[in-house]
């Protein structure tokens, strides 16, 4: 074993029996460099990466090819989830070195950390225009050992380039009264009108984009027929629910197989928003199946939720999730139903390039729609939806026979916050108290165990153990899940608690010159550059983020009305790259969508039973932008007795209230003549 057998990462213990003598991230590493007058070699992954896997078995397994890495570099094994604020600085090396990135990333660099050289996956031989990575390695132990000033040279120049990047000033330019319109007209531009989506393959699902564009009436159809689509594609688990990562193709059909825990958390919020919009009771069971999924397999019996699952099963990559034509004969009479209906054929449409052997497989889908499908088998639908249902149970106990994805069982404080979210509005969205046990006991989870002494929130826990100080994305994601928590459920110490991390935000990360929020802050360890993310990569950016929890808490505390200014400067600052940007700024324009909505807030008071049909009534209604504000008040209120203990809501517009109402009708036309929801 190696040093990697001591850490915590699931993924760097993946590499611990590599005969490659890999440091982890670390002044050890950096001391070991400068002592033997060396480069480093950093190799950045996460632990459900396909490719990532694929570069292991061929390179780093190799004891040929690792003790060539041995012998010239210095070997740095970095887990990406565990510190994305060093993931973050490399991967801008590599784009500005190549014009794109991606893990496995491969980064070269002196021993004082400056890159010199870098690239993503490296193939055991020369193919496909990729030079070999024995040849990467020989011809960069050359180049040091001859031509040290050339390499000195290029590291001067890229670390040059990256502080050029980090924003130092900006200007604070107010917004053109049409920038709503015009971020929904860039989307519209790169909009796949057939399959839904953005671009082309692969196709992601970009949960915060669809998000914004729910907020906007001319958006809306946008997103709705992105999420029919993607649900009916075999992106979507359909058998036991949840999401893989991204399609490879067009039409959402062949997946990478791999599913994270922010897909999961994000889309079934996004979900819950829709079916709030649409009534259509198709998303609300898409949003309850990744849900019962996340549960299911990714909920650790503290109340965290786990990372990822990988992609491959027994180092084939999607064995778990596929099917031939023959394995359907368990369904009897339904064999063939169920053929039509998940579009399994016999040539199948899915490949392990790497294992051929294992032969051509279907990936389950829903090609037809279910009417069409009832039509063509002359079912009625009634009696076409209790026999796929019967199917779909059969097959999915048939497939938990088989060897299942392994899970990254770290927990991430800032996913968690996404997660925490989605159970949270799922709870106020139903008004079913399991989901809201799920979200409070997650928070009570990370409250006792990923807290700082200091008052912020560590980034990580495995094996009872939390570390890496906390970065702004967990400080503010998990803030904007504490939120949705306290709108579901009506406990103050969460929104306190929310306010408390929303401080920290504003106080450690925040620079007024530049307009922004850096991603680190306070005490954390230098690093070449601080980033400032406003881009998406997975997740609502850290600059959205933030500057929505800044919203949201301007809203709720009269001593916090800082946030609505830093969450306009914000955006102000990134506005020329989110007009320019077709995609990938979904989460910046969620915030100019709250900046621009008006002030609203609704009140629900009493206790929960009391105020369960306003609430239910409440929960109809799309209100992305509006502070809900439960209450268990009640004695010596006259309002609360005048019907036998019934709850009472208030809806206020702009800092001005309609009459309270105890009736849920009287509710319901208040919120639409005010036009919410």
Known sequence: MNRLAHESSPYLRQHQDNPVDWYPWGEEAFAAARERDVPLLLSVGYSTCHWCHVMAHESFENAQVAGFMNAHFVN????????????????????????????????????????FYAGTYFPPTDRQGLPSFARVLSSLAQTWQTEREKVLGNAEA?????????????????????????????????????????????????????????????????????LHKMGRGGIYDQLGGGWHRYSVDERWLVPHFEKMLYDNA??????????????????????????????????????????????????????????????????????????????????????????????????????QPRPDLAAGLDLEEDELRGRLERARTLLFEERRKRTHPGTDDKVLTSWNGLALAAFADAARITGEPHYLDIANRNADFVRASLSDPDGGLLHTFHGGVARVRGLIEDQALYGLGLVALYQAGGDLAHLHWARELWQRCAGQYWNEEAGLFYSTGGPAEVLLTRQAQAF?????????????????????????REGERLARRTVQ???????????GFGGLWQVAAFLAAPHTEVALLGTPPQRAELAAELARHFLPFTAIAPAEVGGGLDVLEQRGGAGVAYVCVNRACELPTLDPAVLAGQLERLGLG
Request: charged share 20%.
């Open 536 to 560: 998406d990569s997975a997740v609502l950016s850290d600059n959205a983020a933030a500057a929505l929890l800044g919203l949201w808490m301007s809203r709720y505390f009269l001593e916090e």
């Open 266 to 367: 994000q889309l079934a919020r996004t979900l819950l928003g829709a079916y709030q919009i649409s009534q259509d009771t198709d998303l609300l069971r898409l949003a309850r199946e990744t849900l019962a999924y996340l549960e299911r397999e990714m909920l650790s019996p503290e109340g965290g939720f786990y990372s990822a699952q990988d992609a491959d099963q027994e180092g084939i990559e999607g064995k778990f999730f596929v099917w031939t034509l023959q394995e359907l004969a368990l369904l009897g009479e339904d064999a063939e139903l169920a053929q039509q209906a998940f579009g399994v054929t016999p040539e199948g449409n899915f490949m392990d390039p790497h294992h051929p052997e294992f032969g051509r497989r279907s990936v389950l889908s829903m090609p």
């Open 573 to 583: 600052t990134f506005q020329r790259e989110m007009l320019s940007a077709a995609s």
């Open 158 to 226: 890229i670390t040059a380039h990256l502080r050029e990047q980090t924003p130092q000033e900006s200007e604070s330019d107010p917004l053109p009264q049409d920038f709503l319109e015009r971020g929904v007209e860039n989307l519209s531009r790169v909009y796949d009108a057939r399959f839904g989506g953005f671009g082309h393959a692969p196709k992601f699902p970009a949960p915060t984009t669809l998000s914004f564009l729910l907020t906007q009436p001319q958006g809306q159809q946008m997103a709705l027929t992105t």
């Open 76 to 115: 740095v094994k970095i887990d990406r989830e565990e510190r994305p604020d060093v993931d973050g600085v490399y991967m801008s090396a590599v784009q500005a070195m190549t014009g794109s990135g991606g893990w496995p990333m491969t980064v070269f660099a002196l021993p004082n950390g400056e890159p």
